[in-house]
């Protein structure tokens, strides 16, 4: 399979417990974009790698919020001391260089009890 | 702020009802407008990309156009299977911005 892998595809935790989510974008891809989505609002973006560099940042992206992508191949996210409100649908994108489509991976679902 | 909009939020159609879904955009220095089709629990999938004004591109049932200010999404004649939610964004410095998206509904 060569599209953008996700793992896990589910995920349920207990408030204040760490998370970590990764992704495995295809692999000529340089750019990897993290996005969370919550029920009936569109995709938001929290940062951007192109290869191994942390391009950008949302302001979204709590201090407990951190990304990386150690080699510019996959990337992890992880979520420290998690709240009810992380509750979402992360999902991770890979594209090439230039003004091209994005594909996305089939997302992680968080859910914090 | 940059902005994309997307109305409306929700559409029901009888099979074979044509009708046209609409993204307004204001994000400064777009460099590109793109349509992507969601089904539930799962990832976007890309459609369509349009560059300027003027641009049209189709598949299937589906034709997607670009003004200045605003893309429309046609669709001709919908399917049941043509029912999910259909996003659009924005790029302007490398990230898409997205809508909040038109939940389409189509029924036999």
């Known amino acids: 399979d060569t599209g953008v892998s996700q793992d896990p595809r589910h995920k349920i935790t207990k408030r204040g417990q760490n998370v970590t989510f990764r992704c495995d974008p295809i692999?000529?891809?340089?750019?990897l974009y993290w996005y969370r989505q919550t029920l009936g609002q569109g995709p938001e973006f929290l940062t951007y790698f192109q290869n191994e560099a942390q391009l950008e940042k949302s302001r979204l992206l709590s201090d407990r919020f951190s990304a990386e992508r150690p080699k510019g191949s996959f990337s992890t996210l992880e979520i420290q001391r998690t709240e009810q409100g992380d509750s979402a649908m992360y999902l991770c994108?890979?594209?090439?260089?230039?003004?091209?489509?994005?594909?996305f991976g089939q997302g992680t679902r968080l859910t914090v009890v | 702020e940059d902005q994309v909009t997307q109305s409306p939020e929700a559409l029901r159609l009888q099979e074979g009802e044509s009708s046209s879904l609409n993204c307004s955009y204001t994000?400064?220095?777009?460099?590109?407008l793109f349509w992507y089709r969601q089904d539930p629990g799962k990832g976007p999938e890309f459609l369509f990309t349009l560059y300027s004004a003027g641009e049209e591109k189709e598949k299937e049932r589906l034709k997607a156009t670009l003004t200045k200010k605003e893309s429309f999404l046609h669709i001709t004649a919908p399917k049941p299977e043509d029912s999910a939610t259909y996003l659009c964004?924005?790029?302007?410095?490398?990230?898409?911005?997205f809508g909040t998206g038109t939940r389409l509904q189509v029924f036999p």
């Open positions: 692999s000529e891809h340089n750019r």
């Open positions: 994108a890979s594209r090439p260089q230039g003004v091209v489509e994005a594909f």
């Open positions: 994000v400064s220095g777009l460099r590109g």
């Open positions: 964004a924005g790029d302007n410095t490398d990230k898409l911005i």
